[in-house]
């Protein structure tokens, strides 16, 4: 790919941002090869969990506001992705397998909605997150508006939603957006630390307990109570759950498959 490389790490797909000399700001052929990369990530049996990190000093700088000015502007939101799922979670199907997500220098614009559409979040000490976008004329439209309010608080989001200040990895880690702060350059192996414990799990037991947390995300307790049900029946019915019970009686690491 172009702007990213993508690599397979035993049941781990690494998405690296390597567009450095530019500061990973985001492309439109970046954005496309995203939505590839995780469209690889749901459709691949073998892969479980993403890591997505980056090349460089920093995570990214922002967009290539020239490029995506006239597209904000369209009232049609973000670009549909051949062959590929839209990297934000905002519009139609979105990334059944988690992902963790390592940060360092810079984490602007979009690298912050992209990190509120990821599971685990492990930023280096050196980080600086910011939405500038109200000073360049504009507000976030890829999930910030969405999702930073629940997850830092209202007054804390607004905060910086409004005046676009930065904030700092410690001011993310106090707030629960992210869950470790690290030495910078530490931060990729932690997440593959993360990565690979979750790999080691169930694969159908992940991602059952991934749909059913963003379940009750957007229905009623009632609801995503009785989904919850519903969708555990056929994980239940695996040969990993089985596997489970297996190695719980005989006192040893269970060994999943994923069927």
Same mark, same amino acid.
């Given at each position: 790919?172009?702007?990213?490389?993508?690599?397979?790490?035993?049941?781990?797909?690494?998405?690296?941002?390597?567009?450095?000399?530019?500061?990973?700001?985001?492309?439109?052929?970046?954005?496309?090869?995203?939505?590839?990369?995780?469209?690889?990530?749901?459709?691949?049996p073998?892969?479980?969990?993403?890591?997505?990190?980056?090349?460089?000093?920093?995570?990214?700088?922002?967009?290539?506001?020239?490029?995506?000015?006239?597209i904000?502007?369209?009232?049609?939101g %973000?670009?549909?992705? *051949?062959? =590929?799922?839209d &990297?934000?979670?905002?519009?139609?199907? @979105?990334?059944?397998?988690? +992902?963790?997500?390592?940060?360092?220098?810079?984490?602007?614009?979009?690298?912050?909605e992209?990190?509120?559409?990821?599971?685990?979040?492990?930023?280096?000490?050196?980080?600086?997150?910011? %939405?500038?976008?109200? *000073?360049? =004329?504009?507000y &976030?439209?890829?999930?910030?508006?969405? @999702?930073?309010?629940?997850? +830092?608080?209202?007054?804390?989001?607004?905060?910086?939603?409004?005046?676009?200040?930065?904030?700092?990895?410690?001011?993310?880690?106090?707030?629960?957006?992210?869950?470790?702060?690290?030495?910078?350059?530490?931060?990729?192996?932690?997440?593959?630390?993360?990565a690979?414990?979750?790999?080691?799990?169930?694969?159908?037991g992940?991602?059952?307990?991934?749909?059913?947390?963003?379940?009750?995300?957007?229905?009623?307790?009632?609801?995503?109570?009785?989904?919850?049900?519903?969708?555990?029946?056929?994980?239940?019915?695996?040969?990993?759950?089985?596997?489970?019970?297996?190695?719980?009686?005989?006192?040893?690491?269970?060994?999943?498959?994923?069927?």
């Amino acid at each position: 790919m172009e702007h990213l490389n993508v690599t397979q790490d035993g049941h781990i797909l690494v998405i690296t941002l390597n567009r450095a000399a530019k500061y990973n700001a985001l492309s439109v052929t970046m954005y496309n090869e995203l939505g590839q990369a995780l469209a690889r990530l749901n459709n691949d049996p073998e892969l479980r969990v993403a890591v997505l990190c980056a090349e460089g000093k920093h995570f990214s700088a922002g967009v290539e506001l020239d490029q995506w000015a006239p597209i904000f502007g369209s009232g049609q939101g %973000m670009p549909l992705i *051949q062959d =590929g799922i839209d &990297p934000f979670g905002m519009q139609g199907e @979105r990334h059944s397998k988690p +992902i963790v997500m390592a940060v360092q220098g810079y984490c602007f614009t979009w690298g912050v909605e992209i990190l509120l559409n990821t599971e685990i979040r492990i930023a280096a000490s050196d980080t600086q997150f910011q %939405m500038l976008e109200v *000073q360049r =004329g504009l507000y &976030p439209c890829c999930g910030a508006t969405f @999702r930073l309010p629940r997850e +830092i608080g209202w007054g804390n989001a607004h905060k910086v939603l409004l005046t676009g200040e930065r904030w700092s990895a410690e001011d993310a880690l106090r707030w629960g957006m992210v869950q470790e702060v690290v030495a910078p350059g530490e931060q990729v192996e932690r997440a593959m630390d993360y990565a690979r414990k979750i790999a080691d799990c169930a694969p159908l037991g992940v991602q059952g307990a991934l749909r059913s947390t963003r379940t009750a995300q957007v229905k009623e307790h009632e609801q995503a109570r009785l989904e919850m049900y519903e969708y555990l029946m056929p994980v239940m019915a695996s040969d990993d759950a089985a596997e489970g019970v297996r190695s719980f009686v005989e006192r040893r690491k269970a060994v999943f498959s994923g069927r």
